[in-house]
């Protein structure tokens, strides 16, 4: 898995940091995506692309 | 002549629900989707504009930046005559294009990301128990709404925004007006001037007082330092007050009218563990229902083309996203509620750069809601036949006015 954010598309609505917590955080002040790890273990495959598949502002990719 | 023949045979737009069937989108929007997902459609105030049902077209145009919310531009589609005074009466979040949307939205998105709201769920827990133990005190009969669906969110919001919960009547009758299609642009105009002057004594009064940890403080804070001015400050607050009000508590309402008559589903749901446990149910709740059924609005900033469809510059674009959480393409047997499903690709919330800003609140409310309702009050049912109940067709924002329910 290879997993990359785009902080400038992003609009803070949370979901992937709801979604998978120990991979994506969040900017205290405005919340926008922080990536935590870029490579996640393959166990978080399912997370990570639902990450991706709802973030409305199309700013994670996951490649892998 | 001819033109005005072609425009008089187009559908009208917003489509009726089949009052037998409150919980589907209309008849008619379902059939478009099947024969012309990209339709052209005639509006209140004579208007045409087009009308997309299909889930992955609403799902591209609402991420083109190509297609803009700014409703100050000619062509832009409102919703009727109130919500359009409304909308052109000063910039929000809703009308607002990058970066001016950015700039605002990420002013606003610290109060309402991950980390908070989870850190707010054992308060909204403590007001979900609350009111479920006056409604216990006073039962054993209720109106769901009334004792619950509507003050749970309020609540929330009230003490997220720090207003006066005691208000709340005020804001909730001028929300319902400004979520109301059929309003006159003068009672549109009159209501945001109440709820205009109303905030800005609050602000005020505010200003003059130590800084709290809640949203109005922080937007103040920003006012001080001169990076937002206060008429900006005071759009916020009214924005987040008339968002917060007529949103949750019509999917509470609707919720909880949708499992009551799925009974194989309830049944699931109540096997739920805890809150969390009912998260993808919510999802699924959030999918079969979708409440924002009035469209996202949009217009085109250049010629688009949508599957040999030309749209023009200027011309309106209408997302129904009621529709597209239907389509069979993107999700399986869409017709019918599957609390064990996975839906969480739907759209209840829009999409792109505008999707719901208090979605991970409005999340945890409904998660927090519904498990406490059908936990604590396990032989909750319905007192009145499906059929007697009123809904809210014309209200931007669907919703049922009172669910009389009876329990023990």
């Given at each position: 898995l290879k997993i990359s954010v785009d902080e400038s598309r992003c609009v803070a609505s949370g979901q992937c940091a709801m979604i998978a917590p120990t991979v994506f955080d969040q900017d205290e002040e405005d919340g926008t995506v922080i990536l935590l790890q870029s490579q996640p273990p393959d166990e978080f495959g399912e997370l990570v692309r639902r990450a991706e598949q709802v973030c409305p502002a199309l700013a994670i990719r996951v490649a892998g | ?58 799902r591209a145009?609402l991420s ?34 990058n970066?001016?949307?950015d700039?605002?939205r990420k002013m606003l998105t610290r109060d309402f990301m991950a980390k908070r709201i989870n850190a707010l769920r054992p308060?909204i ?147 739920f563990e805890d809150p969390i446990d009912a998260a993808n149910a919510i999802e699924e709740?959030l999918r ?42 993107a999700f ?8 064990r499903s996975a839906a969480s690709h739907h759209m209840a919330f829009g999409f792109g750069i505008h999707q719901c800003l208090g979605q991970l609140l409005a999340r945890a409310e409904l998660q927090i809601?519904?498990w ?37």
């Amino acid at each position: 898995l290879k997993i990359s954010v785009d902080e400038s598309r992003c609009v803070a609505s949370g979901q992937c940091a709801m979604i998978a917590p120990t991979v994506f955080d969040q900017d205290e002040e405005d919340g926008t995506v922080i990536l935590l790890q870029s490579q996640p273990p393959d166990e978080f495959g399912e997370l990570v692309r639902r990450a991706e598949q709802v973030c409305p502002a199309l700013a994670i990719r996951v490649a892998g | 002549v001819e033109e005005y023949k072609v425009m008089h045979d187009l559908p009208f737009f917003p489509m009726q629900r089949d009052e037998r069937c409150p919980f589907d989108p209309a008849p008619e929007l379902l059939q478009l989707q099947k024969t012309d997902p990209i339709a052209r459609v005639r509006l209140w105030d004579g208007t045409v504009a087009w009308l997309i049902t299909s889930y992955a077209r609403q799902r591209a145009l609402l991420s083109d930046a190509r297609v803009s919310s700014d409703a100050r531009l000619p062509g832009y589609p409102f919703s009727g005559p109130a919500i359009k005074a409304r909308r052109l009466s000063a910039p929000n979040l809703v009308t607002t294009d990058n970066p001016e949307h950015d700039r605002l939205r990420k002013m606003l998105t610290r109060d309402f990301m991950a980390k908070r709201i989870n850190a707010l769920r054992p308060r909204i827990q403590q007001i979900a128990d609350e009111l479920i133990d006056v409604m216990l005190a006073s039962g054993p009969s209720a109106d769901l709404v009334e004792a619950f669906a509507l003050p749970l969110p309020s609540l929330a919001i009230c003490e997220i925004l720090a207003v006066p919960y005691e208000d709340h009547a005020i804001f909730q009758g001028l929300a319902s007006t400004l979520h109301d299609t059929t309003a006159t642009a003068d009672q549109g105009t009159e209501s945001i001037d109440v709820l205009r002057s109303y905030v800005r004594k609050l602000v005020d009064k505010k200003y003059q007082e130590p800084v709290h940890d809640d949203v109005t403080s922080h937007l103040l804070e920003l006012s001080r330092k001169g990076i937002l001015d206060k008429a900006a400050v005071i759009e916020a607050l009214i924005f987040l007050v008339v968002a917060g009000h007529e949103t949750t508590a019509n999917m509470l309402g609707l919720s909880v009218l949708a499992l009551l008559s799925n009974s194989d589903q309830l049944e699931v749901f109540r096997s739920f563990e805890d809150p969390i446990d009912a998260a993808n149910a919510i999802e699924e709740l959030l999918r079969y229902l979708t409440i924002a059924h009035a469209g996202r609005r949009r217009v085109a900033l250049e010629d688009l083309e949508i599957d040999g469809q030309i749209i023009r510059a200027g011309e309106g674009l209408i997302m129904a996203t009621e529709a597209g959480n239907r389509d069979p393409e993107a999700f399986t047997n869409p017709g019918v509620l599957d609390v064990r499903s996975a839906a969480s690709h739907h759209m209840a919330f829009g999409f792109g750069i505008h999707q719901c800003l208090g979605q991970l609140l409005a999340r945890a409310e409904l998660q927090i809601g519904l498990w406490s309702l059908f936990t604590r009050i396990p032989s909750m049912r319905l007192s009145v036949p499906l059929e007697q109940l009123s809904f809210k067709q014309r209200h931007t924002v669907y919703g049922v006015r009172a669910v009389p329910i009876e329990w023990g």
